[in-house]
């Protein structure tokens, strides 16, 4: 979320990119299960934890049982 707000020229603002997404409509084409915490972790619980690990899995993205993700193998490097 704070690599996101720095690239948009916010740095320090990582809650609003998490709000922002959180009010996405029903159906955007967004892909915002692509964003993770900096843990490497899914910061979301119960079944959108479950909805974004199953759209990564998708992918090919290896998940773990607790929502983490290899951030070294699967970060995103602009």
């Known amino acids: 979320y704070g690599e996101i707000a720095k690239m ?4 320090g603002y ?3 990119v998490g709000k922002a997404l959180g009010n996405l409509p ?3 084409k967004l892909p915002w299960f692509r964003v993770i915490n900096s843990q490497g972790k899914i910061s979301l619980k119960g079944r959108d934890l479950d909805r ?3 759209k990564l899995e998708a992918e090919g993205v290896e998940v773990s049982e607790i929502g983490k993700i ?3 193998k699967y970060k ?3």
């Open 76 to 78: 995103w490097q602009p």
């Open 26 to 28: 029903e159906g955007s």
């Open 70 to 72: 290899a951030l070294r």
């Open 52 to 54: 974004q690990k199953q």
């Open 8 to 11: 948009a020229g916010y740095p």
């Open 14 to 16: 990582a809650r609003h």
